[in-house]
Nanobody, 128 residues
């Protein structure tokens, strides 16, 4: 079993930055692909970004490409999401997710159902 704990959310003005962290524990997920999803009130959970176990392959939703960067430090069993140029429409609960394999093809990485482990979420609120 893998436990994922997100941190780093908060309230920020539009144009600002935040860095989210996701710490993994238990049966280590350092060898698995990881992803970030978000869910705004009244909306479905949507894909944000994903990263392979080596960090060499990354995927992004079009809405965040160029503004968000996903990275990982396997020695610390931690995945990060650096969010820059934040917009009010980025407001949501952000969830870290752990895959069951080292690599995920782009189509699979964008599907929440392809992930086995989830954190409890961290709230990001961007004011205009």
């Amino acid at each position: 079993q893998v436990q994922l704990v997100e941190s780093g959310g908060g309230l920020v003005q539009a144009g600002g930055s935040l860095r989210l962290s996701c710490a993994a524990s238990g049966r280590t997920s350092s060898s698995n692909a990881m992803g970030w999803f978000r869910q705004a009130p009244g909306k479905e959970r949507e894909f944000v970004a994903a990263i392979s176990w080596t960090g060499g392959t990354t995927y992004y939703a079009d809405s965040v490409k160029g503004r968000f960067t996903i990275s990982r430090n396997n020695a610390k069993n931690t995945v990060y999401l650096q969010m820059n140029s934040l917009k009010p429409e980025d407001t949501a609960a952000y969830y870290c997710a752990g895959g069951s394999s080292r690599y995920m093809l782009s189509e699979s990485a964008r599907q929440a159902a392809k992930y086995d482990y989830w954190g409890q979420g961290t709230q990001v609120t961007v004011s205009s």
